[in-house]
């Protein structure tokens, strides 16, 4: 079953897919329910493919419950689930803000009681949750006391909305320093009888708007909440089907992930707007994403502009080299986890350096130049010959780097796309005087022995 395919699922398609596949992820809100009322059919499903030994996990991006109150609601409504079973952006936020980003302090929360008590459950403190009355005049609103512990403002879905709430966030968010999560982007909650209210998006957005910042989010399409599952319950991603009822939030997470997927027609998006994605020929829109990868090192190499730059391309690494290379890079990145590092990938026309700083929510951008490729080239043709073990070179602590102007991630091609996700991007800013003094390797080896220098560069402040 290719990926950019849009089949109707039918016959012997489904025995074929459910062999295909152990565990299946479900979407809640317009998959297994609308609101309070369960969608026919749906805990039969489940109960089912439970009793024929499939694993059966649930995915939501809804960020009013916790675990154990989203089993709860499903035990109610005739599902057979636990609460170990139940991945929600409540639980998934706390866990990220614990294990990523390593928060010290608290949390300014516009959120539900249920990611109180996820934060609570983690040991992270917060303050926030519940109405916020209005009081005073607007000066005293620009000066309104905030609490010094406070180092994070994270947003969810939050019905005591308001005024003085988007202001206390803002005023939180003019720290630099202060981090800025939210759970999700959905713009609408659906709910029974075709009903919808205004999504945990809008309230983001609205926030993103006020603090001119944009917010890291936990949710779909974003791989976290998959992570945690794969991480739990060591899931193959290859043999995972999703299920879902909207193109760019559990699709997406799907195909982000390597996934199989399922659309539902039994709650936000449509057979006309799959059908449309599909036939978009843009690479984001038909896989939303997952087939990139392939098109960006094709892209490097029938790009090269170099010639403009008085170099002439020809002398330069055979096309094979750049699928390889961008593809280990990537590899290389995800294996040595949310750290400070460096990608080396083709976008648009020119080579880019990309320095991802664990400790700041921005990318920083370098064209290469002439002699990031040399350098590189020679990189290469050195790990041809087998290196033993892990050998750890030299090591080098960054100072800083210095953002210019700023970049549309959306004009970013993987792997940069998935690196910066969620990450304000900037050229950075050259200073006069010496640049790039340092580089250090580190050699990795993977167990297939096949081994890579990766050399970072010190970029003075
Ligand atoms: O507003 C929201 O947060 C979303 O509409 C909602 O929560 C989506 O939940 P899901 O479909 O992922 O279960």
């Not at 295909?20 to 979407?27: K, M, Q, R, T």
């Not at 033993?388 to 970013?412: H, I």
């Not at 990795?444 to 560069?457: G, Q």
Request: net charge neutral; hydrophobic share 40%.
């Amino acid at each position: 079953m290719s990926r950019s395919k849009c089949t109707r699922l039918s016959g012997a398609l489904v025995e074929q897919l459910l062999d295909s596949v152990d565990s299946v992820l479900f979407d809640c809100d317009g998959v297994i329910w609308r609101g309070d009322q369960a969608i026919t059919g749906a805990s039969e499903v489940i109960n089912l493919l439970k009793e024929h030994g499939k694993k059966v996990f649930f995915v939501t991006n809804n960020s009013t419950k916790t675990r154990k109150m989203y089993a709860d609601k499903m035990s109610s409504l005739g599902f057979n689930v636990t609460a170990d079973e139940v991945f929600g952006t409540a639980y998934c936020c706390a866990v990220f803000l614990k294990t990523v980003c390593r928060l010290e302090g608290k949390v300014y929360l516009m959120g539900s009681n249920a990611m109180k008590q996820e934060l609570e459950a983690v040991g992270v403190q917060q303050v926030g949750v519940g109405p916020d009355h209005v009081s005073g005049q607007q000066i005293d609103w620009a000066n309104v006391p905030l609490d010094p512990e406070v180092k994070a403002v994270v947003v969810g879905f939050d019905e005591h909305f308001s005024y003085m709430k988007l202001n206390r966030a803002m005023q939180y968010l003019v720290q630099k320093d202060c981090l800025f999560v939210g759970t999700n982007r959905d713009t609408r909650l659906p709910l029974e009888g075709g009903k919808a209210v205004p999504g945990t998006g809008c309230l983001l957005q609205a926030v993103e708007t006020a603090a001119q910042r944009q917010a890291q989010t936990v949710g779909k399409p974003n791989h976290f909440m998959f992570d945690c599952l794969a991480a739990q319950f060591g899931v193959e991603r290859e043999r995972c089907l999703m299920v879902g009822d909207r193109l760019d939030t559990d699709i997406l997470l799907g195909s982000n992930c390597g996934l199989k997927t399922l659309l539902t027609l039994t709650g936000v998006s449509t057979v006309a707007e799959a059908e449309a994605h599909r036939d978009s020929g843009s690479a984001e829109r038909q896989g939303m994403g997952t087939i990139q990868k392939k098109d960006a090192a094709r892209f490097i190499c029938t790009k090269t502009s170099f010639q403009g730059g008085g170099f002439d391309s020809s002398s330069y690494l055979p096309k094979a080299f750049w699928i390889g290379l961008s593809a280990i890079l990537l590899l290389v990145v995800v294996a040595l986890g949310l750290a400070g590092h460096l990608a080396l990938a083709g976008s648009g026309s020119k080579g880019l350096i990309c320095y991802k700083p664990v400790d700041q929510d921005s990318c920083f951008l370098q064209t290469m130049v002439r002699s990031d490729y040399e350098h590189v080239g020679s990189l290469v043709n050195a790990s041809g010959h087998k290196l033993c073990g892990n050998k750890m070179q030299r090591r080098t602590e960054f100072l800083g780097v210095l953002a210019a102007s700023q970049v549309n991630v959306s004009s970013l091609e993987e792997p940069l796309q998935t690196l910066c996700q969620d990450r304000s991007v900037h050229w950075t800013r050259r200073t006069d005087g010496k640049q790039r003094l340092v580089y250090f390797c580190i050699d990795i080896c993977f167990p297939s022995n096949i081994c890579v220098s990766v050399c970072f560069y010190y970029l003075p402040e």
